[in-house]
């Protein structure tokens, strides 16, 4: 009885856990939006100087970092930047591209530490009333029921063997 329960708070738990993923995938992404927003006009404005110098992109990028110690660092941390604007622009897409259920399946595209702390301290949760946010909540509580049954399963087990050995050590030996 008490591994019944336990296993219908695991799946309740695991309902109320996974039915969020669509709302929070979707806060990820808008803010994934953002930031790739704002690196895009970081990089045009950068481009649009090399371009003015009559440089491109990595000419200008060993140009600023012959300049000093500064320009040295400076050069590193726009390199830098037109990186993480490439990778996000990336994720972006395939986020954006994806279906609800197909974003689960490219979890490894939420990979941006600062944008999902970001968006997880503006998250907040709630029921969702939606086709995906109801598959998420379904296969939630069948994976919570599953996990919290087997965890009871393999904490009973070895009482279980201890009471057959009693059982079996009370019996009358034949002779």
Do not use: H
Not at 27 to 50: C, I, M, S, W
Not at 130 to 149: D, I, N, R, S, Y
């Amino acid at each position: 009885m008490i591994g019944r329960v336990l296993a219908l708070a695991g799946g309740l738990s695991g309902a109320a856990g996974l039915s969020q993923f669509p709302e929070y995938a979707q806060q990820y992404t808008q803010r994934l939006a953002g930031a790739v927003d704002e690196l895009t006009l970081f990089v045009e404005e950068f481009d649009r100087d090399a371009r003015s110098l009559g440089l491109g992109r990595s000419e200008a990028l060993v140009e600023l970092a012959q300049g000093g110690e500064m320009g040295a660092t400076r050069a590193k941390t726009v390199a830098e930047t037109i990186d993480r604007r490439e990778r996000l622009a990336r994720d972006l897409e395939t986020l954006r591209t994806a279906g609800p259920f197909t974003r689960a399946l490219n979890a490894r595209r939420f990979s941006d530490g600062d944008i999902a702390r970001k968006a997880w301290q503006d998250f907040r949760p709630a029921l969702p009333f939606t086709f995906e946010g109801a598959v998420f909540g379904g296969t939630g509580f069948v994976l919570g029921m599953l996990g919290m049954a087997i965890m009871v399963w393999g904490l009973r087990l070895p009482f279980r063997n201890r009471n057959r050995d009693v059982s079996d050590s009370d019996r009358p030996k034949s002779a």
